[in-house]
């Protein structure tokens, strides 16, 4: 079964830093591009970060120089190392695949991250 | 960034009933390779994003064919035939032509 778990989430203070896990299985995780995606609880969606096979990564700007995305694909994992966290935050961060043809076609259940002091 | 709207943004509709969800792009979405790359997700309540359509009008696997998506451009849509009760939830339109990837707002629909 295809499948995406990730892990790492909880509460941190505000300047703080957390680092996020996605542990994939099911299927070839070095052939895909993979991305993490947060929403505020009882919000919208926000793409935060991709990274693609060759290892190059791209931000989105409210995260960029704080956040670094990384995947060991000896492992099957991806990363979100997360620094000078702020309120704003604060979300659920969900594991994506990007499974070709601009599909974000699995996705995690998600991790909570709440910034807080 | 491209913004993404969506149109309406609550839905209620009746059992059986058809419903459409509008998504206008700030601009067009078609990339340099020529094909078009808007998602539309649904979330049920208490779940993670599903991926429905991709490439404007392909649906994903295990999607039923009451799902379809159309448009072009800069105006996309997503219907559904007929309404069952497990569609309930919120709708997503999304475009992956360029980075960064933006969303739409979300469309809740509701059963009347």
């Known amino acids: 079964e295809v499948q995406l778990v990730e892990s790492g989430g909880g509460l941190v203070q505000p300047g703080g830093s957390l680092r996020l896990s996605c542990a994939a299985s099911g299927f070839t995780f070095s052939a895909y591009w993979m991305h993490w995606v947060r929403q505020v609880p009882g919000r919208g969606l926000l793409w935060v970060s991709r990274?693609?096979?060759?290892?190059?990564?791209t931000d989105a700007d409210s995260v960029k120089g704080r956040f670094t995305i990384s995947r060991d694909n000896a492992k099957n994992t991806l990363d979100l190392q997360m620094n000078s966290l702020r309120a704003e935050d604060t979300a659920v961060y969900y594991c994506v695949r990007n499974g070709g043809l601009g599909a974000f076609d699995i996705w995690g259940h998600g991790t909570m991250v709440t910034v807080s002091s | 960034d491209i913004v993404m709207t969506q149109t309406p943004l609550s839905l209620p509709v009746t059992l059986g009933q058809p419903a459409s969800i509008s998504c206008r792009s700030s601009?067009?979405?078609?990339?340099?390779?020529?094909?078009?790359?808007v998602n539309w997700l649904q979330q049920r309540p208490g779940q993670p994003p599903r991926l429905l359509i991709y490439?404007?009008?392909n649906r994903f696997s295990g999607v039923p064919d009451r799902f379809s998506g159309s448009g072009a451009g800069t105006d996309f849509t997503l219907k559904i035939s007929r309404v069952e009760a497990e569609d309930v939830g919120v709708y997503y339109c999304?475009?992956?032509?360029?980075?960064?990837?933006?969303f739409g707002q979300g469309t809740k629909l509701e059963i009347k």
């Open positions: 490439k404007l009008s």
């Open positions: 601009q067009s979405l078609v990339h340099s390779d020529g094909n078009t790359y």
């Open positions: 999304m475009q992956a032509t360029q980075s960064p990837y933006t």
């Open positions: 990274i693609t096979t060759d290892g190059t990564t």
